[in-house]
């Protein structure tokens, strides 16, 4: 059984009968003391009631359980929808015997159906009961929709003579676009850190990876994460060298999470880097990464192993961002294949054709005007993915 390492929580994963395959669709994080909270939620204008309830809740600073639900994403349902992510929230802390606001809630999967909450209230007994400190496999399970396979990263960092403990769960495999990305991510750590601290901690490590990759170009209506910090390490995040050695940890967990969210985009067969360099300013850089990546053209040309360099300088024009074409290198892991703005011919087409082959590679746009630079992580589009989402509802 996986371990989340963090000393203080435990974890759970059952199933409850709302996924139509049988699978775990019902997990809970549980700290046994209260924890500091912070949450980055999407930017989609159309927001689950899950969102809604817990950018509420987590103003106040403090959250002791995560009640989490796959199968449906409780989304467009109106205030029925808002009473149900509530009453999620109501019964999770009456079984834990906690006080109700401190008991965060989401949802993941179809839009647009009622929740069964019913199943929620006549399985929460048998949740709590199934809590242990070996239980993040179980959990993350019971978050999955169309991945398939379960993300989770823990990192260990050392202050004051202590080790303290970050431990990321995640799921995301389609309807992934930066803007907060990821469909669901929790994480757990057992420094001592304030709100406000890790808040502003979340916020940078987020910029710097979920909001840096794309399956589909989607932002999905119930993009979540959050952090719980519960102090059971004994390690105080109180300075800011110790907040610059929390960060960099929290960033390396979800920069891996969020990786980890790409290569299982659906359908993917390869994860790829595309990385400019060179740019006036990082905006100019990330927004011009940001248009190739998303690009369907350079999707499907990844997929099919084809070194079409002119379907990404064709997306590197069109982000809105002044470029000068006849400056522009691009190399795909370190072979150059456009210089000036021009195909450097055959030979180098065919070594990079043998790149494109590879599972993960970098693709580099070099615009040589400046000493700025941004990445993003993408996927190629397969067939998989037109068949995933064509019947995803049945």
């Known amino acids: 059984m996986e371990k989340s390492g963090c000393r203080g929580f435990k974890t759970a994963g059952i199933q409850c009968g709302i996924k139509k395959n049988g699978g775990h669709d019902l997990g809970l994080i549980y700290s046994e003391v209260p924890a500091t909270v912070a949450g980055v939620f ?94 993040i496999g179980d959990f993350s399970k019971a978050i999955l929709t169309t991945d398939l396979v379960m993300k989770l990263v823990t990192r260990t960092g050392h202050a004051d003579g202590k080790a303290f403990t970050i431990t990321g769960v995640a799921k995301g495999s389609g309807m992934i676009r930066p803007d907060m990305a990821t469909m669901l991510c929790f994480v757990m750590t057992d420094a001592d850190i304030d709100a406000d601290r890790l808040q502003k901690t979340l ?7 979920f909001n840096r990759i794309t399956v589909d170009g989607d932002t999905s209506t119930n993009d979540t994460i959050l952090v719980l910090a519960n102090k059971q390490a004994g390690v ?25 969210v790409v290569r299982d985009g659906e359908g993917a067969t ?32 990844l997929f099919g192993e084809d070194a079409n360099w002119g ?40 070594q990079v054709t043998a790149v494109l082959k590879q599972k993960e590679f970098r693709i580099e746009v070099d ?28």
């Not at 802390?93 to 606001?101: K, N, T, V």
């Not at 019913?118 to 929460?124: A, L, M, Q």
């Not at 740019?279 to 499907?300: G, M, P, R, Y």
């Not at 615009?367 to 509802?393: H, P, Q, W």
Request: proline fraction near 3%.
């Open 367 to 394: 615009l040589n005007m400046g000493a700025s630079e941004a990445s993003v992580f993408t996927c190629d589009f397969s067939y998989d993915y037109v068949k995933i989402n064509a019947d995803y509802r049945s």
């Open 270 to 301: 390869k994860l790829v880097e595309i990385g400019v360099v060179n740019a006036q300013s990082a905006e100019a850089a990330h927004e011009i990464a940001n248009t190739i990546a998303n690009s369907n053209l350079v999707k499907t040309a």
């Open 42 to 135: 999407t930017r989609n204008l159309v927001a689950a009631a899950p969102v809604k309830l817990d950018r509420e809740r987590i103003k106040n600073g403090v959250c002791q359980a995560i009640i989490v639900n796959s199968g449906n994403a409780n989304c467009c349902t109106g205030d029925d929808g808002m009473k149900k992510a509530e009453k999620m929230a109501q019964v999770t802390a009456e079984a834990l015997g906690l006080p109700a606001e401190t008991v965060c809630v989401a949802s993941t999967g179809v839009i647009g159906q009622p929740l069964p909450i019913e199943k929620i209230e006549g399985n929460i007994s048998r949740l709590v009961s199934a809590l242990n400190e070996d239980g």
């Open 311 to 350: 379907r990404i300088i064709a997306a590197a024009g069109r982000a809105g961002v002044p470029i000068d074409p006849d400056r522009i290198d691009i190399r795909f892991n370190g072979i150059q294949m456009v210089k000036g703005g021009m195909g450097c011919g055959q030979a180098l087409e065919n």
């Open 236 to 260: 105080r995040i109180d300075t800011a060298e110790k907040e610059t050695l929390f960060q960099t940890h929290l960033t390396d967990v979800l920069l891996e999470l969020a990786k980890m």
């Open 203 to 209: 916020l940078h490590a987020t910029e710097r990876s």
